[in-house]
DNA sequence: CTTGACCCTCTAGGGAGCTATAGAGTTTAG
DNA sequence: CTAAACTCTATAGCTCCCTAGAGGGTCAAG
């Protein structure tokens, strides 16, 4: 019978790609587990760099690491989180549409402005800054 | 001959919509100048407001406040700071078109995984916290 | 034994544009 | 005259995900 592998924070980095700062990180969210050695260092099994890539993973879907804990304590009350991460997902997926949409009326805006103001000599008025940004209508 | 308008910082926050605490932010930015009087006050003219505006618009085209300072110096030299400002538009609607293309491709990505995923009963591992996610590739 | 590569905790910083608070002085309406 | 409303400075906090540094202990190779 030989001894578990027992890692340490650096080789889990090494192994993982995540810096040894950020996997501390990912500790004091609770995201990830540790013992501790006599000499205060952490020791990890070889299932903590799984669960590095699962975090690193879940952020590829652009989960936020507190979205990785929900998931995490679905899972550790003994839950098959896969509905969660779905459900999860479609929200990601709708706020990018929001995103995207917003962000298109929002160039359209700009691009309308950048047409109007192509070579338009304007009337610059006393005390005016750039007499182009003046004919912005303020949204009161 | 009646003395100019001095208005204090409440009244430029009244007749602008900005806060108190956001003008003398702007001015910590070198955005909005003021002089004191003899009880440490600051006191505005009337064009401040116009300037405050001016801010404002800017904001809504998508100028950072470092942008606003940039057309300020512009200004400040005795320069029409327009082309300056149809440059810099420029550039925000090119960043705006660069985004919406990461964002549509990423939702796209996104959507892939939930169509993959949506009746899938996958197969855990031993290990596995969630085995949609653990199928997720991990960019090395 | 020494040297260098690790490890620890704790704190600060960054980016953007503010808001909020504490503790103090000033002005203004009644 | 008093009380409310205003102003000042200076500092901390917000969001998110870390990174960097100081000041110290631990471990492995030569």
Redesign the pocket.
């Known amino acids: 019978m030989t001894v578990a592998t027992r890692l340490?924070?650096?080789?889990v980095?090494k192994q993982t790609g995540?810096?040894?700062?950020?996997l501390?990180?990912?500790e004091s969210l609770g995201l990830l587990h540790?013992e501790r050695?006599?000499?205060?260092?952490?020791y990890y099994s070889p299932t903590a760099v799984h669960q590095v890539q699962f975090i690193k993973k879940a952020?590829a879907l652009g989960f936020?690491?507190?979205d990785v804990g929900d998931v995490l304590n679905v899972h550790q009350r003994g839950d098959v989180p896969c509905g969660f991460v779905r459900s999860l997902l479609q929200d990601k997926i709708q706020q990018l549409e929001d995103q995207i949409q917003q962000m298109t009326a929002f160039k359209a805006d700009l691009e309308d402005y950048r047409d109007r103001w192509a070579e338009s000599q304007p009337h610059p008025q006393p005390g005016d800054i750039c007499p182009l940004i003046e004919t912005v209508p303020l949204t009161v």
């Open positions: 340490k924070i650096g080789d980095a995540i810096a040894v700062g950020a501390r990180y990912y540790s050695g006599d000499n205060g260092y952490r952020q936020s690491l507190e």
